[in-house]
Structure formats: structure tokens, C-alpha cells
């Protein structure tokens, strides 16, 4: 969660990347979105381009550092384009997803059905490979294929979303926040995306709230 000051959100971008809290790339994914619950300024976009998409995917363990220079050497304007208007569709429809998960909600018919197709594209991109001992399901690891971090995002989404794992799906308590990850606490009693940053905020509110006046 980056902190929203003028030496907050941008420095620790560049000098940290993406905050990867969420235990999972496809949380880790919907919240790149920044302050998506905030009114005042606007949520903060943190996938601007087609190098922030491959550049997450890398840092998410999802692609190696050298195809992602591939990827990006490759890839064209348009496709490029095209590849961050789908990679921030999926997000926004597994987030609807999650988020009424959280809230005892059932997801919208028009969501489940957006990840369907997504989910159901990036299977048409596997093939079957040889592994020595058995049969396995591989992406095409191509720099040509600028759709690769897109396919690879939308199988992790899909594989958490059908997993025992969204049992363990938590949100931060900061409201403006409400960042996603899995709570693999002892007692499953986490409460926050980074304690230091919006656990150590609404501390000092609430303290401030109580010694107003």
C-alpha cells in the first residue's frame, strides 16, 4: 500500500516497486489499484503501461527477468495497449469478485462471466509439454507473445478464485484502503495490508479522535 504523500506514493514505487502483501499475485494484482475505496483524490492507477504489467508479472515470480526484457524489446504500441486495457479488466472483475466474496455478497453475473472468458482464453495458450515424468499444461514462454503476462495473471486469478484458499481472503481495515490478502496468521486475526503503514495510521486517528477537544 504506498502512502499516498508526495514522498510516499512515487518515491516508494520506484525505488521498491510493487508492494507485494496480499500472499497471492492475483490479490497482489487487484491492488494495484491504490486507494481504490478512497473519494478524494481519485484511487492511484499503479499499472500506467505495458511495462508495469510485465514488470509486476516478474516481480510477482511469474516471469523471468530476462523474458520480461524480451517482452517489452518486442511488444507494439497498439499491442501493448491492448494487453493493459485487458490486464486492468480482468483486475477490476476479480476484484468484484473478491470484494463481494468479503461482504457475504454473490458477484455479479457480468463479472463471473468477464473472468470466464478470460480464464477460458488463457487455457486456449497452454500446451501440453513433456516434463520427464509426467504430462504438464505450459504457457508459451515466446517474447513475440505480448499476450503472456495477461494469460499467466488470469490462470493465477482463476486458480485462486476456485481454491479453499478464499477462506483465508482478508482485506485491510483502513477503509479507504481495503487491500486484499490471505490470512495465514496463527489466529487469523491480521487486520492490516503493512502495519506500518495503514495498522500505524489509524492508530494515530483514532488516538487524535480521542484527545480532540
Not at 507494439?76 to 476484484?95: D, I, W
Not at 484502503?177 to 487469523?188: A, G, I, P, V
Request: net charge neutral; with cysteine; proline share 4%.
Amino acid at each position: 500500500m504506498t502512502n499516498g504523500t508526495a514522498n510516499g506514493a512515487g518515491a516508494r514505487r520506484e525505488k521498491k516497486g510493487f508492494e507485494l502483501i496480499g500472499g497471492d499475485p492475483a490479490l497482489d494484482l487487484v491492488n494495484t489499484l491504490d486507494w481504490r475505496f478512497r473519494e478524494e483524490p481519485p484511487p492511484e492507477e499503479l499499472l500506467k503501461d505495458y511495462n508495469d504489467v510485465v514488470q509486476f508479472s516478474a516481480q510477482s515470480g511469474l516471469l523471468s527477468d530476462a523474458l520480461a526484457r524480451r517482452l517489452i524489446q518486442n511488444v507494439s504500441p497498439g499491442k501493448a495497449t491492448q494487453v493493459v486495457n485487458a490486464v486492468r479488466e480482468l483486475r477490476e472483475a476479480a476484484a468484484k469478485v473478491f470484494y463481494a466474496a468479503l461482504d457475504g455478497e454473490t458477484p455479479s453475473v457480468s463479472a463471473v462471466k468477464l473472468l470466464e472468458r478470460y480464464f477460458m482464453d488463457a487455457r486456449e495458450s497452454q500446451h501440453l509439454t513433456w516434463d520427464g515424468e509426467k504430462l504438464e499444461w505450459e504457457l508459451t514462454q515466446s517474447p513475440a507473445a505480448a499476450g503472456l503476462p495477461l494469460w499467466i495473471l488470469s490462470l493465477k486469478v482463476a486458480e485462486l478464485a476456485t481454491s479453499d484458499s478464499m477462506q483465508m481472503l482478508r482485506a485491510c481495515g483502513n477503509d479507504e484502503c481495503r487491500w486484499l490478502f490471505l490470512d495465514t496468521s496463527k489466529n487469523h486475526t491480521r487486520r492490516w495490508c503493512d502495519m506500518k503503514i495503514c495498522g500505524n495510521r489509524m492508530k494515530a486517528r483514532r488516538f487524535k479522535a480521542q484527545h480532540r477537544g
